[in-house]
Nanobody, 124 residues
Framework: QVQLVESGGGLVQAGGSLNLSCAASGRTFSNYAMGWFRQAPGKEREFAATINWNGYSTYYADSVKGRFTISRDNVKNTVYLQMNSLKPEDTAVYYC?????????????????WGQGTQVTVSS
């Protein structure tokens, strides 16, 4: 059974940092892209960051570019999201997902497995 488990969320003040982790189990995902999405209350789930299958290519939403860094460890079957200079508008539930392709997809439809999410709250 495929399972993605996010961790590392929490409450932080504006300007602070958090490092999210997503551990995958049940199969190996080293041949697929992995991504992070987020969903704020009352809003649609939106793309935040993605990394290709070997970790050599990344892509970010404009809203997080320069502040967030996605990385992966294919030996540990884990993807990370380092979030710096956090803003109150970054408050959301953050979800990791496994892509259907090797590249850097930004659409939810290009992802096949999803975690349960971890809450990130940034206070002003």
């Amino acid at each position: 059974q495929v399972q993605l488990v996010e961790s590392g969320g929490g409450l932080v003040q504006a300007g602070g940092s958090l490092n999210l982790s997503c551990a995958a189990s049940g199969r190996t995902f080293s041949n697929y892209a992995m991504g992070w999405f987020r969903q704020a209350p009352g809003k649609e789930r939106e793309f935040a960051a993605t990394i290709n299958w070997n970790g050599y290519s990344t892509y970010y939403a404009d809203s997080v570019k320069g502040r967030f860094t996605i990385s992966r460890d294919n030996v540990k079957n884990t993807v990370y999201l380092q979030m710096n200079s956090l803003k109150p508008e970054d408050t959301a539930v953050y979800y990791c997902a496994v892509g259907r392709v090797r590249g850097t997809p930004q659409s939810r439809d290009d992802y096949s497995y999803w975690g349960q999410g971890t809450q990130v709250t940034v206070s002003s």
